[in-house]
């Protein structure tokens, strides 16, 4: 077993080096889609942590009629509360709001017009923060019921909406595009194998005469495709490490205020991905090549 490792191993190599210039163009090829792959996987990672960030923040917020007696105020706070997709719904008084306002301003180093007025502009309101951002039909519908409460909500979740539905867009266009990567490695592969196959068609065709099996004669070419996936991910892993400062730094820069990170499982899981997948074209694109001319 040992001796015919050894010996696929070597002639592996030996095909890879005879056949160097479909190899590094195949090599090339892989090395482009796992790239390809690698960034397709960390901007859809990056825009659902963006998601989740946001999520966290949106809530449906009604700006209250002034005058509303309290009581009305307290029971629509009660049937909002009790809804089961709701988690917390918070009364924000007419001064606790004006409060929060002129604090806002002051950070923000701009003047407080209200006290010119005399009077407070900001309306009172009811802030509902949902279990899930997305379920907030029903919770509209009941803070618009009742009459001459509520003056105005605000539906903060259309952004979410808008995210949901740039993110689905970029996950259907960079699969499609993987995809069609994906396809014109492997016919690069089947073609390069395919080449090292018919260089060595006499030699195969004495094996076959002296009794060799199809797997002995097939492994060293799979190998060989194998060896163009690996040395590919071995080549796409270098990019991403060298790239990744400047990956995080952009990152960082583009979203300042949204806490997108990169953990370490999910470092692991791309390392993974990108080996698992440069050895899964490498090894199929090889396994069709030799299997249609063994086949003949």
Do not use: C
């Given at each position: ?109 701009r003047p407080d017009l209200t006290g010119l007025t005399g009077t407070n502009p900001i309306p009172a309101s009811l802030n509902v923060k949902l279990k899930d951002p997305r379920q907030y039909g029903q919770v509209v519908e009941i803070l618009k019921a009742p009459k001459g409460v509520v003056a105005e909500v605000l539906e903060t979740q259309r952004v979410v909406d808008a995210l949901v539905a740039i993110t689905g867009v970029l996950r259907t266009v960079g699969l499609g595009v993987m995809l069609m ?116």
């Amino acid at each position: 077993m040992l001796s015919f490792l050894a010996f696929s191993v070597r002639r592996a190599a030996q095909g890879f080096w005879r056949n160097r210039v479909m190899s590094l163009a195949a090599t090339v090829t892989m090395v482009l889609m796992l790239v390809l792959l690698s960034g397709l996987v960390l901007v859809l990672s990056g825009l659902e942590a963006g998601l989740q960030f946001v999520e966290s923040k949106v809530e449906v917020q009604a700006f209250l009629n002034d005058g509303v007696a309290p009581e009305r105020v307290a029971r629509l706070q009660e049937q909002v509360a009790a809804l089961p997709e709701v988690a917390t719904v918070t009364h924000t008084s007419k001064e606790e709001a004006l409060a929060d306002w002129r604090a806002q301003q002051e950070a923000q180093g701009r003047p407080d017009l209200t006290g010119l007025t005399g009077t407070n502009p900001i309306p009172a309101s009811l802030n509902v923060k949902l279990k899930d951002p997305r379920q907030y039909g029903q919770v509209v519908e009941i803070l618009k019921a009742p009459k001459g409460v509520v003056a105005e909500v605000l539906e903060t979740q259309r952004v979410v909406d808008a995210l949901v539905a740039i993110t689905g867009v970029l996950r259907t266009v960079g699969l499609g595009v993987m995809l069609m990567v994906a396809l014109t490695v492997l016919f690069i592969v089947v073609n390069t194998i395919r080449m090292a196959v018919m260089a060595r068609a006499d030699e195969i065709e004495i094996m076959r005469l002296v009794g060799a099996s199809d797997a002995f004669i097939r492994w060293p070419f799979v190998l060989e495709g194998l060896l163009v996936g690996l040395l590919g991910s071995l080549v796409t892993l270098g990019i991403l490490a060298v790239a990744a400062p400047a990956i995080s730094q952009l990152g960082s820069t583009v979203l300042r205020e949204i806490p997108v990170g990169f953990d370490q499982r999910l470092g692991e899981q791309l390392v993974l991905l990108v080996v698992g997948a440069g050895a899964l074209l490498g090894g199929l694109g090889a396994t069709i090549s030799v299997r249609s001319y063994l086949i003949k």
